[in-house]
């Protein structure tokens, strides 16, 4: 006999991304170069006196130095996971679970809902501005009448680019009796981080910033993200989390890329060099453009007279994949792209224009 899954889960899909095999690849939002050449060489060197028969540092003490360094705060300030989704779900394990419920403002990253549901945490889906942004008055509804342990908040939010305004945060750690959780996966590239609140002396008691090595550090592979949290929070993650569960792989590389902040610096900068180029194109195109603070740009179709499934489908025919947001809730017609090399972004641009031009 079969064995059944968890009520709660049997409604529930995972989260799929579509991997075609293209020239192009401008859906997922990775770096589009890898670290300099340098890192490599540093972290072979720090790899071969690795202990591999023995398990790695429990705690990733370095790490969370190392972290706690670049951001002014304590180690004990840090906690850090198998990418920035580990952390997310540490989050609903410790804080949310049956009988507790999680805010997300919508369109926003999927697996907010996803990791809240598969920890048995009931989802409250609140509406975002057609711009992207959140709302002060629809913030305080949401969080007076249902309560929430967790708000998440996405910043730079992840389809639309929107940052998140600075006075939608402060009223949330102000009026929420739970969490309030600022995603900042994306955050290097944005105006101003919700980090500059968790200054050394603690900050406010219930923010938590996330981050990941994905993006700017061009890590995506190592799967390594972590957390600034109020002081004592860390202990309770223990509570939750197996053990070991951060390799000492990803502890050493962790600590080799923050010797390269600097090309890291250059390489966002780059990046939004030609996110700005890539936006001015859509704009000329006639395409309705969502202005971004990250390493995308959401666009709607429609204004060319062609459907946002049309247009992924002539894109792909044309060897170059990019996310099709168009069965989203409140995203009609839209499509993201991934900004990538130069080469790759005049690739995307020559198609795009010669689709929506016919």
Not at 54 to 62: E, G, I, L, N, Q
Request: proline residues 6%; negative net charge.
């Amino acid at each position: 006999m079969k064995p059944a899954v968890r009520d709660d889960l049997r409604l529930l899909d995972g989260y799929h991304s579509p991997q075609i095999d293209v020239e192009v690849r401008l859906n997922t939002n990775e770096a589009p170069v890898g670290p300099p050449p340098e890192f490599a060489e540093a972290l072979a060197a720090e790899l071969r006196s690795v202990d591999w028969h023995r398990y790695p540092d429990r705690t990733a003490a370095a790490l969370r130095a190392d972290l706690a360094a670049l951001h002014g705060t304590g180690p004990d300030r840090i906690f850090v996971a198998n990418g920035s989704n580990e952390v997310l779900q540490t989050l609903c394990l410790t804080y949310g679970g049956a009988g507790r419920s999680v805010a997300t403002f919508e369109p926003t990253y999927a697996m907010y809902g996803q990791i809240a549901r598969s920890t048995q945490c009931a989802v409250v889906e609140s509406e975002r501005h057609a711009d992207g942004s959140v709302s002060v008055y629809e913030l305080e509804r949401v969080i007076e009448r249902h309560q929430p342990s967790i708000v998440f908040l996405c910043s730079p939010n992840n389809p639309t680019g929107t940052p998140e305004r600075l006075e939608v945060l402060e009223r949330a750690l102000e009026i929420a009796s739970g969490l309030v959780v600022v995603d900042e996966a994306y955050g290097q590239f944005a105006d101003w981080s919700a980090i500059d609140l968790c200054d050394a002396a603690g900050g406010p008691g219930n923010l938590v910033v996330t981050r990941t090595y994905s993006k700017t550090w061009a890590m995506a592979g190592a799967r390594l993200g972590y957390a600034v949290v109020p002081a004592g929070m860390t202990a309770e993650f223990e509570k939750v989390v197996l053990p070991y569960h951060v390799d000492a792989f990803k502890q050493i590389a962790g600590r080799v890329a923050l010797r390269f902040a600097d090309q890291m610096e250059q390489r966002v900068a780059a990046i939004v060099s030609e996110r700005q180029r890539i936006e001015h194109s859509l704009t000329r195109l006639g395409l309705d453009v969502w202005p971004s603070q990250s390493n995308f740009i959401l666009f709607r179709t429609t204004p060319s007279g062609h459907g946002g499934d049309d247009v992924w489908q002539a894109l792909v025919d044309r060897s170059v994949l990019v996310r099709n947001c168009s069965g989203w809730p409140r995203l009609a017609d839209c499509l993201r792209v991934t900004v990538g090399t130069p080469p790759e972004n005049d690739r995307f641009l020559e198609a795009l224009s010669e689709v929506v031009s016919r």
